[in-house]
């Protein structure tokens, strides 16, 4: 990797100013940013080390009124933390599944929501499009891990944060600070759909810091996700639901797809199914029906479709009933 | 500088090959950097932020093993790097070197971190475990490994002993599910999965037992 300047502040202010200079990046548990800069793809001048900033850590808050998570918190603390399983299975069922032991002392909140997309022709440095010689590496190319929801655009990785799909579920939002101030967005507003080479796909603009992401009280709510490997691995498709519950009927719904869009994928198809329904097994599938019904697959992953369907209704029936079927014990 | 005792002398005239290997590296990467400015301080960034900005080389202090070892690396050195080529500390290995396999797994304040993928410079004032400080006798972890057959080539070995120390002193009463989960983070491409697993139950028995 190219060499850097590194600062290690103690606080957001002297963050916020080390961060100002040209070509700067965060570096908090480092899993992204340290393997993206061993393979030039990202070449910070300056590192700012912000994973031991205090007022960056911690959770706090309760199930009732709704838990506030630091930037830099561990994942394995929100592992550990029996106030989010039980409020919040969704997001403790996707970080508990990220990564591995170690991937999960080291990385954070912050790092995990704002690390970049795993598409392997973006990893090889062809950027976030593909592109090359004017043609798409990626629709021409080996595709399996791409997206199967508005493939008619040129942006065809998936978002890399299934720990952003289970808080847009739960309707989190984002504290994001910077040299002209603090303004607080949804979480999946953290997030666009690059319309040109040299576009991020994240909204927090160079020389800003995420420093706290806002989690309300939550219905009913769940995560499934589909992967090849038990461990040490990306889901293929995840979902993360949340359901608001008047007596037995659904009266709000929301259902957020991983691994099939260059953004967390909010399928308000789905939802529609669900409001105004009494839950049932067979609600769920037909929301999952429901969910795929906009899929153009791309050469290789036509596979996604099914499984999207089938991890839409399986996190819906594990909100609900919080085991599923499938499950033993 | 606390130095380490010498090894005992190997081939190559008395020097093992690792120390040789080691010698002409290190001639290397001197002649390289005494052409930078060592340890380059950023004063008028410093005063402003009283936040040091690192550049160039710079002199660390890291606790490995019970031991404060000091080193000149540079801001980008990995944890992993640093311990093998400047400190001596060759238990964790270099394989992806990406944070996927788990070779390098050393514990970090107590918490199971892949070396490679954690700065040096970031471990300052922590406390650095590799597996050269475990206890070997009966009832360790490495002790387990080799009563149980827990390795094939052993490239991964120092890492899987690793990580299964960090997550058994954690969690003593782990179920055989539990102790798969938490040693899930590291690979043997030999595929010797099932005497690790053999030796990793081993271990906690031992530990229950004690």
């Known amino acids: 990797m190219k060499a850097f300047e590194y600062a290690a502040p103690t606080t957001v202010d002297a963050a916020l100013k080390l961060l100002g200079g040209p070509n700067a990046a965060a570096l908090a548990g480092g899993t992204d940013l340290l393997g993206r800069a061993k393979d030039y793809v990202t070449s910070p001048d300056r590192v ?27 994942l394995s603390e929100i592992v550990h933390h029996s106030g989010i399983r039980e409020a919040y299975p969704a997001l403790w069922q996707a970080t508990s599944e990220i990564g591995s032991i170690q991937i999960r002392n080291m ?4 790092g995990n929501l704002l690390q970049r997309p795993r598409c392997w022709y973006f990893r090889a440095g062809f950027g976030l499009l593909g592109m090359k010689d004017g043609q798409s590496l990626v629709r021409a190319g080996d595709n399996r891990y791409h997206a199967i929801f508005q493939t008619d655009g040129d942006a065809l990785f998936v978002s890399p944060s299934s720990l952003a799909v289970a808080l847009i579920a739960l309707d989190a939002s984002a504290k994001v600070r910077g040299p002209k101030g603090e303004r607080t967005v949804k979480v999946e507003e953290l997030y666009r759909v690059p319309r040109r080479e040299g576009e991020s796909e994240l909204t927090v603009e160079p020389g800003e810091l995420l420093t706290h992401v806002m989690i ?3 219905g009913k709510n769940g995560a499934y996700e589909a992967r090849q490997k038990q461990a040490q691995d990306w889901p293929l498709v995840m979902s993360a639901v949340n359901l608001t519950m008047q007596g037995d009927t659904i009266s709000k719904a ?7 869009a260059p953004i967390p994928w909010r399928s308000e198809a789905a939802e529609r199914v669900l409001v105004g329904k009494k839950f049932s097994p067979e609600v769920a599938a037909e929301a999952g029906t429901a969910a795929v019904e906009a899929a153009r697959p791309l050469s290789m992953n036509a596979y996604k479709v099914p499984m999207t369907r089938t991890v839409v209704k399986r996190a819906l029936i594990r909100a609900v009933q919080g085991k599923g079927y499938w499950e033993e014990g | 500088m606390t130095e380490q005792k010498p090894r005992d002398p190997g081939g190559l005239g008395g020097q093992s090959r690792r120390d040789f290997l080691r010698g002409s590296g290190v001639a290397a990467a001197t002649a390289v950097l005494t052409g930078q400015a060592a340890g380059v301080l950023d ?3 410093a005063a402003e932020e009283s936040t040091k900005v690192l550049s160039g080389t710079v002199e660390i202090t890291l606790k490995v093993n019970g031991q404060e070892r000091s080193c000149e690396v540079e801001p980008r050195s990995t944890l992993l790097d640093t311990l093998r080529n400047r400190l001596d500390v060759t238990g964790p290995k270099r394989v992806c070197d990406r944070g996927s396999c788990g070779a390098c797994s050393a514990i970090v304040d107590g918490e199971l971190v892949y070396s490679c993928t954690t700065l040096a410079v970031s471990c300052q004032g922590k406390t650095i475990e590799t597996l050269e400080s475990f206890e070997t006798g009966e009832g360790s972890v490495p002790h387990a490994f080799h009563q149980n057959d827990g390795l094939m080539c052993g490239y991964c070995t120092p890492g899987f002993v690793t990580a299964c120390k960090a997550y058994l002193d954690k969690h003593p009463n782990a179920t055989e599910e539990e102790i798969r989960k938490g040693i899930d983070g590291n690979i043997c491409r030999c595929g010797t999965y099932v005497g690790v697993l053999a030796a990793a139950k081993a271990a906690a028995q031992a530990k229950k037992g004690a």
């Open chain 1, 48 to 74: 700012v080390y912000v994973k031991e900033i205090k007022e960056l850590g911690g959770i706090t808050g309760d199930a009732k009124s709704g838990m506030t998570l630091g930037a830099a918190t561990p």
């Open chain 1, 107 to 110: 990385s954070t909140v912050g």
């Open chain 1, 216 to 218: 309300p009280a939550a």
């Open chain 1, 254 to 260: 929301r259902v957020v797809i991983y691994g099939v």
């Open chain 2, 43 to 45: 004063e008028a960034q």
